[in-house]
T-cell receptor, first 111, second 114 residues
Framework: DAKTTQPPSMDCAEGRAANLPCNHSTISGNEYVYWYRQIHSQGPQYIIHGLKNNETNEMASLIITEDRKSSTLILPHATLRDTAVYYC????????????FGPGTRLSVLP | EPEVTQTPSHQVTQMGQEVILRCVPISNHLYFYWYRQILGQKVEFLVSFYNNEISEKSEIFDDQFSVERPDGSNFTLKIRSTKLEDSAMYFCASFRQGANYEQYFGPGTRLTVT
């Protein structure tokens, strides 16, 4: 089973920030938090990952709480093309380590 | 930007037939994976592969499934005798340890068993 819990769905107005929460209270010290998204039935697309520091890239920001038991993915200016299912995954960054996907959060960006 | 490719994009087969799904991972990646997603359900891990052998497999990956890297570039998933419940999207992924640690996923093959 997935080690994360996410709300099943969220709405966001186009142009506004989308904040997607994830709980991972049983995360171990060397596990990373990864975020992927899946648009329709396409292959999951990598967004961002982090260990304990906040991270930012061209797609999103990842805020990880100090105790690492939860995190938030931030899409700063959501567009209609960001409508997708977003997955928060906790995993070791080692070879052969498979990803355990939960049901994710279905984000709908509304015009 | 390098990407994982998969062929075919859609495969229709009859129950009991063998199918081979093909993937071309990113060229300098060494770890390969197959996942599947039944319509409306979660993405599920099937198998991981490294150094020409299976590293890990799930309960789903039974004797009907096999994987192979036949020629140094392709990575294949074979289902020997397909069942109706094998109908799903099958995603290939590859990974290069020491980079950013992310797995890159292909676009998927939709398998329909009739």
């Amino acid at each position: 089973d997935a080690k994360t819990t996410q709300p099943p769905s969220m709405d966001c107005a186009e142009g506004r920030a989308a904040n997607l929460p994830c709980n991972h209270s049983t995360i171990s010290g060397n596990e990373y938090v990864y975020w992927y998204r899946q648009i329709h039935s396409q292959g999951p697309q990598y967004i961002i990952h982090g260990l304990k520091n906040n991270e930012t890239n061209e797609m999103a920001s990842l805020i990880i709480t100090e105790d690492r038991k939860s995190s938030t993915l931030i899409l700063p200016h959501a567009t209609l093309r960001d409508t997708a299912v977003y997955y928060c995954i906790v995993s070791l960054p080692n070879y052969g380590q498979n990803f355990v996907f939960g049901p994710g959060t279905r984000l709908s960006v509304l015009p | 930007e390098p990407e994982v490719t998969q062929t075919p994009s859609h495969q229709v087969t009859q129950m009991g037939q063998e199918v081979i799904l093909r993937c071309v991972p990113i060229s300098n990646h060494l770890y390969f994976y197959w996942y599947r997603q039944i319509l409306g359900q979660k993405v599920e891990f099937l198998v991981s592969f490294y150094n020409n052998e299976i590293s890990e497999k799930s309960e789903i990956f039974d004797d009907q499934f096999s994987v192979e890297r036949p020629d140094g570039s392709n990575f294949t998933l074979k289902i020997r005798s397909t069942k109706l419940e094998d109908s799903a999207m099958y995603f290939c992924a590859s990974f290069r340890q020491g980079a950013n640690y992310e797995q890159y996923f292909g676009p998927g093959t939709r398998l329909t068993v009739t």
